[in-house]
Each structure stands twice: as C-alpha cells, then as structure tokens.
C-alpha cells in the first residue's frame, strides 16, 4: 500500500509541476500579446498623427517673398 501512496503523490506532483508550467506559459503568451497590442495601437496612433500633422502643414500658406524688404 505504501507505494501506491508513494505513485499517488509522485503522481501529484508532477501534475502540479505541469499544472504551474502551464500557467506560466499562458502568463507569457498574454504578456507577449499586451505588448504587441501596444505597439500596434501606439504604431496605428503615430500614423494617424503623422497623417494629421501633413494635413496641417499643406494647409499653412507657401511664403511669399516680401517685395517691401528690398
């Protein structure tokens, strides 16, 4: 009886061990995913500013030489 007992929690453990790795992955895998989220959305908000910024700059008037200076 005293193996079964001892196969029963050498049995225990490696499925916690399993269990715990598992968990670890998944942590990883939705860390990785946050920050690729991140990246993306900040990527998409530096296209949309840069995109903003042209507009407003085409819209300035071209300088026009001043007659009046020379």
């Not at 946050?34 to 300088?63: V, Y």
Request: glycine share 2%; proline share 3%; aromatic share 2%.
């Amino acid at each position: 009886m005293r193996k079964a007992e001892r196969l029963t929690s050498v049995k225990s453990e490696l499925l916690d061990i399993f269990m715990s790795m598992e968990v670890s992955e998944h942590e990883q895998r939705s860390r990785t995913a946050a920050q690729r989220n991140l990246r993306a959305r900040r990527g998409i908000e530096l296209h949309e500013e840069f995109k903003r910024l042209s507009q407003d700059i085409a819209e300035l008037p071209e300088d026009e030489p001043n007659d009046d200076m020379h």
